[in-house]
């Protein structure tokens, strides 16, 4: 947990709990694990909203919470702070939170499942075509080909953006099976020829 200034890491953290804990995204149930780990009260949120491929914002009282990607938080008063900051290291990814003069994010390690690449090179035995479609940064999704040995990684996506290139590989005759987390891939595995939603227990990145 960084916060910029250093000082309200606490504040911080158990905003973005609160906030979480409402949320089925993979990344969200991981934050949702740490703040039950440290033992976090979280506050009541009184109202909530998901801005599809970019994050959450949220009422909390009277102040207005945003919670998500950089490139989304990265605007108006808190642009200088968060485009200053260095981007996390690869195989990391973060989620920034933003409200009143609180800035900072959260950095969460990206773990692969060790079942992972057998089954990208299972399904590459049987002759079919890996391809990641990740809104993650570009490094993050690199370090992604690099380990599970897919065919293709594209990168920094917005939901839209994966639509467009599964109708595009369906243009191509190509039949296409998706696999998403069932929130900001939503869209995506309406297009695709099977859709497949991973639940509380699934993961996005593979």
């Known amino acids: 947990v960084e916060c910029i200034p250093p000082g309200r890491e606490a504040e911080l953290a158990r905003l973005a709990f609160s906030i979480e804990k409402l949320s089925t995204h993979p990344l ?18 009184d109202h909530i909203e998901s801005v599809a491929g970019a994050g959450l914002e949220a009422r909390i009282g009277t102040s207005t919470v945003r919670l998500g990607k950089r490139d989304w938080l990265a605007h108006g008063s808190h642009a200088a702070t968060i ?45 079919l075509r890996s391809v990641v479609l990740t809104g993650d940064r570009r490094a993050t999704g690199e370090l992604l080909k ?8 594209r990168a920094e996506l917005k939901p839209e953006e994966k639509v467009a290139a599964i109708q595009a590989f369906t243009k191509e005759n190509r039949r296409v099976a998706m696999i998403g987390d069932g929130v900001n891939d939503a869209p995506s595995l309406a297009v ?7 639940g509380a227990r699934g993961s996005d990145a593979a």
């Open 28 to 45: 969200a149930r991981a934050i949702t694990r740490y703040g039950k780990q440290q033992q976090i009260t979280p506050v009541a949120v």
């Open 146 to 153: 690099t380990k599970l040995a897919v065919d293709e990684v």
């Open 192 to 198: 695709a020829d099977v859709g497949v939603a991973m």
């Open 83 to 127: 485009n200053a900051a260095p981007p996390a290291g690869a195989g990391f990814s973060e989620v920034w939170l933003a409200s009143g003069g609180l800035v900072g994010r959260i950095l969460l390690r990206d773990d692969l499942r060790p079942q992972a690449r057998p089954v990208v090179e299972r399904l590459r035995q049987l002759g």
